[in-house]
């Protein structure tokens, strides 16, 4: 029975309200609630209820439903679940002469359900995203054909309406979830050192890409006792948030257990036993860590590691195999240290994961290869650890071809320096002359004393004395000239002089306009420059000898040595001239 | 070997040495207070020793050495030396020598002692 012009109008301009309505409203739980009170209106039922598809789950689910709790429905099961599956609208006018009817809803509520109209909701591209079912019309006949017709042309709206809003939403959700994810990765990277430490002895260069927004690699450098480093590479299995999760973890429990200043090999297996406590069973974490001190020597320990590359100026490359389980597998593991023997400068000690000699890209998918890793670093060990790392990070990329990496990658090169930059302690020219001592201002005092190391402190305070009276030294100065004359004065008597009594030691005080000059003679044979400790030398810094030419040079402006040694010329700026303007 | 100018406090693993000379050139002084420091060191393990020089005013590269000697032996022993009150010529001596890369200084004793005791070792 079709309407009346006048209500045919009224219907077609709410239709139209409607959709302009719907059409307006960017929130799903709104439109969807706008949608079920409009259809309610337009076919004017006692009851709506709009139902969602879940593809996932392959369910009908309703978000909106006038009396009812939440009603949930396979695809294809029931009235609103076949006009779901099949695209296709059902209008029964007496609901309990229909077979597909299920009654079991109105006996749980005591609602009587007479007549239903049920259409789907169709997006652009023919997909069903909904279901609208309204009930028991309320002149008490069954919905018309009129009545399909208008539901339909809503329905046309709604469903596009829909669409765009769970586009909508799913689009805010993926924000959320980027932006979550930028704020999980800014998290971790603030966990990763910043650059790289500046270590005595040591020069470090690396390099870290996840190929997620976190990633499952962790690399730390933790100073810790007498100026040694810690020097941490570890892999997470798998990557993402959860291995980011597991590293952060891993990193936590590190640092703490370092605190303790337990040995390498301990604190890795007390790690491995905290990480098997909370780590599910195929979770498990990769990681090998060195200590390097400052005399070159390096311990580490691998838990299941990528071993670590040792490349040497003698041109060898040696891998340092893993010495345990990775952690996590087993509680009871325990790990024990390997020794590298002492590093020489320029040798390299090269830690990296396995997304590195892993790097591949379509349409081969061939592996970049542990044996182009190790090439690269000899090709490139000569220029220093930042060029092996440059190198390494360039020929990787070149691999990958523009490709996404399939893992995380890290790369730790690590240079023993030369000794002069292991401890600089330059070295001005000490020189020991055969010849004379040059012509020089007159003796203005003089002494001689036998070689008895028990004068030594009568005769630094009268030579002492003689300076400060003179205004040439200042009181300031006495801490160096008791180090310089006791130092000269011991190699005078002891080795000069054999520690012999009966020869002598002279002392000699000079000046001129500029400088005053102390010489101290001995009677014995001299020495050459091999007798004296070159200090520049790395080992030099825990000997316990040899640092008195080094010290007498600080403060001296000039120390030299003639007669082949056995008499020392020391001198040093007045302290009552004026320095010469520059 | 007893060192005559050397008074020793210990507190559990902390141990004050303050040496009561003012110089330390003479190789009897040298070896008695290098001797006496490192038995302590040999003594206690984890040590925190912690050498007052506040009186010493001069020091010879032997009594530096002797120093270095020390360090070793506490290293053995897994502890610490901090060495307080060493007056800014000396403590010249030791960045020349960049040995003050191997101890810990300090002003005076008090602060490293509390430090040590809320980081034991």
Same mark, same amino acid.
């Given at each position: 029975?079709? *309407?009346?012009?006048?209500?045919?109008?009224?219907?077609?301009?709410?239709?139209?309200?409607?959709?302009?309505?719907? /059409?307006?409203?960017?929130?799903?739980?709104?439109?969807?609630?706008?949608?079920?009170?409009?259809?309610?209106?337009?076919?004017?039922?006692?009851?709506?209820?709009?139902?969602?598809?879940?593809?996932?789950?392959?369910?009908?689910?309703?978000?909106?439903?006038?009396?009812?709790? %939440?009603?949930?429905?396979?695809?294809?099961?029931?009235?609103?679940?076949?006009?779901?599956?099949?695209?296709?609208?059902?209008?029964?006018?007496?609901?309990?002469?229909?077979?597909?009817?299920?009654?079991?809803?109105?006996?749980?509520?005591?609602?009587?359900?007479?007549?239903?109209?049920?259409?789907?909701?169709?997006?652009?591209?023919?997909?069903?995203?909904?279901?609208?079912?309204?009930?028991?019309?309320?002149?008490? %006949?069954?919905?018309?054909?009129?009545?399909?017709?208008?539901?339909?042309?809503?329905?046309?709206?709604?469903?596009?309406?829909?669409?765009?809003?769970? !586009?909508?939403?799913?689009?805010?959700?993926?924000? =959320?979830?980027?932006?979550?994810?930028?704020?999980?990765?800014?998290?971790?990277?603030?966990?990763?050192?910043?650059?790289?430490?500046?270590?005595?002895?040591? =020069?470090?260069?690396?390099?870290?890409?996840?190929?997620?927004?976190?990633?499952?690699?962790?690399?730390?450098?933790?100073?810790?006792?007498?100026?040694? !480093?810690?020097?941490?590479?570890?892999?997470?299995?798998?990557?993402?948030?959860?291995?980011?999760?597991?590293?952060?973890?891993?990193?936590?429990?590190? =640092?703490?257990?370092?605190?303790?200043?337990?040995?390498?090999?301990?604190?890795?297996?007390?790690?491995?036993?905290?990480?098997?406590?909370?780590?599910?069973?195929?979770?498990?974490?990769?990681?090998?860590?060195?200590?390097?001190?400052?005399?070159?020597?390096?311990?580490?320990?691998?838990?299941?590691?990528?071993?670590?590359?040792?490349?040497?100026?003698?041109?060898?490359?040696?891998?340092?195999?893993?010495?345990?389980?990775?952690? /996590?597998?087993?509680?009871?593991?325990?790990?024990?240290?390997?020794?590298?023997?002492?590093?020489?400068?320029?040798?390299?000690?090269?830690?990296?994961?396995?997304?590195?000699?892993?790097?591949?890209?379509?349409?081969?998918?061939?592996?970049? /290869? !542990?044996?182009?890793?190790?090439?690269?670093?000899?090709?490139?060990?000569?220029?220093?650890?930042?060029?092996?790392?440059?190198?390494?990070?360039?020929?990787?990329?070149?691999?990958?071809?523009?490709?996404?990496?399939?893992?995380?990658?890290?790369?730790?090169?690590?240079?023993?320096?030369? %000794?002069?930059?292991?401890?600089?302690?330059?070295?001005?020219?000490?020189?020991?002359?055969?010849?004379?001592?040059?012509?020089?201002?007159?003796?203005?005092?003089?002494?001689?004393?036998?070689?008895?190391?028990?004068?030594?402190?009568?005769?630094?305070?009268?030579?002492?004395?003689?300076?400060?009276?003179?205004?040439?030294?200042?009181?300031?100065?006495?801490?160096?000239?008791?180090?310089?004359?006791?130092?000269?004065?011991?190699?005078?008597?002891?080795?000069?002089?054999?520690?012999?009594?009966?020869?002598?030691?002279?002392?000699?005080?000079?000046?001129?306009?500029?400088?005053?000059?102390?010489?101290?003679?001995?009677?014995?044979?001299?020495?050459?420059?091999?007798?004296?400790?070159?200090?520049?030398?790395? %080992?030099?810094?825990?000997?316990?000898?040899?640092?008195?030419?080094?010290?007498?040079?600080?403060?001296?402006?000039?120390?030299?040595?003639?007669? /082949?040694?056995?008499?020392?010329?020391?001198?040093?700026?007045?302290?009552?001239? *004026?320095?010469?303007?520059? | 070997? +007893?060192?005559?100018?050397?008074?020793?406090?210990?507190?559990?693993?902390?141990?004050?040495?303050?040496?009561?000379?003012?110089?330390?050139?003479?190789?009897?002084?040298?070896?008695?207070?290098?001797?006496?420091?490192?038995?302590?060191?040999?003594?206690?393990?984890?040590?925190?020793?912690?050498?007052?020089?506040?009186?010493?005013?001069?020091?010879? +590269?032997?009594?530096?050495?002797?120093? @270095?000697?020390?360090?070793?032996?506490?290293?053995?022993?897994?502890?610490?030396?901090?060495? @307080?009150?060493?007056?800014?010529?000396?403590?010249?001596?030791?960045?020349?020598?960049?040995?003050?890369?191997?101890?810990?200084?300090?002003?005076?004793?008090? +602060?490293?002692?509390?430090?040590?005791?809320?980081?034991?070792?």
């Amino acid at each position: 029975m079709q *309407p009346d012009a006048h209500r045919l109008a009224q219907d077609l301009k709410a239709v139209m309200d409607i959709s302009r309505a719907m /059409g307006s409203e960017r929130n799903l739980d709104r439109l969807l609630g706008l949608i079920v009170k409009s259809v309610t209106q337009v076919v004017r039922a006692d009851r709506t209820s709009l139902f969602l598809v879940d593809r996932e789950k392959q369910h009908l689910v309703t978000r909106v439903s006038q009396g009812a709790d %939440e009603i949930r429905l396979p695809l294809g099961s029931g009235i609103a679940g076949s006009v779901a599956a099949t695209g296709t609208a059902i209008n029964i006018p007496h609901a309990y002469a229909d077979v597909r009817f299920n009654r079991d809803h109105d006996r749980s509520t005591g609602y009587i359900t007479r007549s239903i109209l049920c259409l789907p909701l169709t997006n652009y591209s023919g997909e069903v995203v909904g279901v609208i079912q309204a009930l028991n019309k309320l002149d008490g %006949e069954p919905f018309n054909a009129y009545d399909e017709q208008v539901l339909a042309a809503l329905c046309g709206s709604a469903a596009v309406a829909i669409d765009n809003a769970l !586009l909508i939403a799913r689009d805010r959700d993926r924000q =959320r979830m980027e932006n979550e994810l930028e704020l999980a990765r800014q998290i971790q990277l603030s966990l990763l050192p910043a650059k790289p430490p500046e270590v005595v002895g040591w =020069r470090v260069a690396s390099w870290c890409r996840s190929c997620d927004q976190t990633g499952g690699d962790y690399v730390d450098f933790i100073p810790c006792a007498d100026g040694q !480093l810690d020097v941490v590479v570890g892999d997470v299995s798998g990557h993402g948030i959860a291995a980011a999760l597991l590293m952060s973890t891993a990193r936590a429990f590190l =640092r703490a257990l370092l605190e303790r200043g337990d040995s390498p090999a301990t604190t890795i297996t007390s790690l491995n036993r905290l990480l098997e406590a909370d780590l599910s069973d195929d979770s498990f974490m990769t990681m090998v860590l060195a200590r390097l001190a400052q005399d070159g020597s390096c311990c580490f320990v691998s838990a299941g590691h990528e071993p670590p590359l040792v490349w040497r100026r003698s041109g060898t490359t040696d891998e340092l195999t893993s010495s345990g389980l990775p952690l /996590g597998m087993l509680d009871d593991s325990t790990y024990d240290a390997g020794m590298i023997p002492v590093l020489a400068a320029g040798d390299l000690l090269v830690l990296f994961t396995d997304g590195i000699p892993d790097a591949h890209a379509p349409p081969d998918n061939q592996m970049w /290869g !542990l044996d182009h890793l190790r090439a690269t670093v000899t090709e490139h060990a000569a220029q220093g650890a930042q060029a092996v790392c440059d190198a390494v990070v360039a020929a990787v990329t070149a691999a990958l071809r523009g490709a996404h990496s399939h893992d995380d990658m890290t790369l730790v090169v690590i240079e023993r320096l030369p %000794e002069r930059e292991v401890a600089p302690m330059p070295k001005p020219p000490l020189t020991i002359a055969i010849a004379e001592p040059p012509a020089s201002p007159p003796v203005v005092f003089e002494r001689s004393w036998p070689s008895r190391i028990d004068l030594k402190q009568e005769i630094i305070d009268q030579v002492v004395e003689q300076l400060l009276t003179r205004g040439w030294v200042t009181e300031d100065d006495r801490t160096w000239l008791y180090l310089c004359f006791d130092e000269v004065l011991v190699n005078a008597m002891l080795h000069g002089n054999e520690g012999d009594p009966r020869l002598e030691v002279t002392i000699a005080l000079r000046a001129d306009e500029q400088r005053w000059i102390v010489t101290i003679a001995d009677q014995g044979e001299g020495f050459s420059e091999t007798a004296v400790p070159d200090q520049a030398q790395a %080992e030099s810094l825990v000997l316990e000898h040899g640092r008195g030419i080094r010290l007498m040079q600080e403060f001296l402006d000039e120390l030299t040595y003639y007669r /082949g040694g056995s008499l020392a010329w020391l001198a040093r700026h007045r302290a009552d001239a *004026p320095r010469p303007s520059l | 070997m +007893s060192c005559d100018f050397l008074m020793v406090q210990r507190y559990d693993k902390i141990v004050l040495a303050e040496v009561k000379k003012e110089r330390l050139l003479d190789p009897a002084s040298i070896t008695s207070l290098g001797e006496a420091l490192i038995a302590e060191c040999d003594r206690t393990a984890k040590i925190s020793l912690v050498i007052d020089v506040t009186e010493v005013g001069y020091l010879s +590269s032997a009594m530096i050495g002797k120093l @270095v000697a020390v360090h070793k032996a506490a290293k053995v022993s897994k502890g610490r030396v901090a060495i @307080v009150g060493l007056k800014p010529a000396l403590l010249q001596m030791f960045k020349v020598t960049q040995l003050d890369k191997l101890f810990q200084f300090a002003a005076d004793a008090q +602060s490293v002692i509390l430090e040590y005791k809320r980081k034991p070792l």
